[in-house]
Structures are given as structure tokens and as C-alpha cells.
């Protein structure tokens, strides 16, 4: 059916413009999942490949269906679909969807604090689980196991390593949860 000032695409072109768009939300998907679960890296560079290829085919496809077709709800679909699932990561929505899913688990598992590898608590992927500092570390990134988050009892605040090398440096992420990076140079005044 075609509507007025609209011309009727043919298939091939209108395979390839819904290819591209779910392409695209499949892209934001992944982002989605490897923000709130902050499983790995690799998931961040398929996303961004991905969606490489999207803009790409869109680039190719979107002047063909204005200039020829005149589908223009076709042709900015898969651009509105980007720039929604980008803010959305932006504004770390997932990886607050994330936590709020996780949270109870975690708080959970870090009263016991068990000095274990490789564990999944909520949907937060965890390389290792280990007192520390008076707290428990759940180190989350996958980037030689040099960060993640820290729970401290109540009443009890991460110590002041003054960025000490080799030393976690705590910063507020939720109540007596901390988030931290492990400072990998010696302080130099």
C-alpha cells in the first residue's frame, strides 16, 4: 500500500533497510547486556563493529529510499533506534537496571565475603570475590583484575591508601558500596 507521496520501495531495498535497522538494535542490545552485566570488553567492540556496519548501510540505503522511494519513516527508524539505545547507555541506565537486579545478591554474598573466582551474582559477572581493606572486593573488570566494587559494613568507610601505588583508591557508588580502581604508579608530590 502506498500512500500519498509515497512511492512503493521495492523488496530489496526494503529488506535491506530492515537488515540495517535490526542490525542496529541488536547492536544496542549487546551494548545493553555488556553494560549491566559488565561481562567483557570484546562484547563492547562487536557492539561498536556492528554498528559501524549499520551506519554504513544506512549511509548507502537512506539517500536511496528519500531520493527514490520517498520512505522517510523507513530511513530514520534505524537512526532514532541508535540515538535512544546511546543516550540510554550514555546515561548508564543498563548498568543501573543492572545493579538494581544484582544489588541484593551482592550485599548478600559480601557479609560472608567467600574468597572465590568467577562467579555470577545477579546479573554481574564477577572474576573474583576477596576481603580487602577491611571490606569485600568483587573485582568485575576484566582488565588484568584491577577494579570493581567494594562493600564496607555499615560505619566502617574504605581506608585512605593517600594513592599509594598498587594500592585501590575508593570512590562512593551506592551506600556501603565503593567502586575501585587499583593505582598502578607510586605517588609522586
Not at 24 to 51: K, P, Q, S
Not at 70 to 85: D, F, H, S, T
Request: hydrophobic share 45%.
Amino acid at each position: 500500500m502506498t500512500t500519498a507521496g509515497t512511492v512503493q520501495a521495492p523488496r530489496r531495498w526494503s529488506v535491506a533497510m530492515r537488515a540495517t535497522t535490526g542490525a542496529a538494535m541488536v547492536a544496542i542490545a549487546v551494548m545493553f547486556v555488556v553494560d549491566a552485566t559488565h561481562i567483557d570488553v570484546l562484547g563492547w567492540v562487536l557492539a561498536v563493529v556492528m554498528l559501524l556496519a549499520c551506519g554504513l548501510s544506512w549511509m548507502i540505503l537512506a539517500p536511496i529510499g528519500c531520493a527514490r522511494y520517498r520512505q522517510y519513516r523507513a530511513v530514520a527508524v534505524a537512526p532514532v533506534v541508535v540515538i535512544l539505545g546511546a543516550g540510554l547507555v550514555w546515561f548508564g541506565v543498563p548498568e543501573k537496571v543492572g545493579w538494581w537486579i544484582s544489588a541484593g545478591s551482592m550485599t548478600e554474598a559480601a557479609r560472608n565475603c567467600p574468597d572465590s573466582e568467577g562467579e555470577w551474582f545477579g546479573v554481574i559477572r564477577t572474576y573474583s570475590v576477596r576481603p580487602g581493606d577491611g571490606g569485600c572486593q568483587f573485582t568485575i573488570d576484566d582488565m588484568a583484575m584491577m577494579g570493581g566494587l567494594a562493600y564496607f559494613p555499615p560505619g566502617s568507610p574504605p581506608p585512605d591508601h593517600g594513592g599509594a601505588g598498587y594500592q585501590p583508591v575508593y570512590t562512593p557508588y551506592d551506600g556501603n558500596w565503593y567502586r575501585f580502581a587499583v593505582t598502578m604508579h607510586d605517588h609522586q608530590p
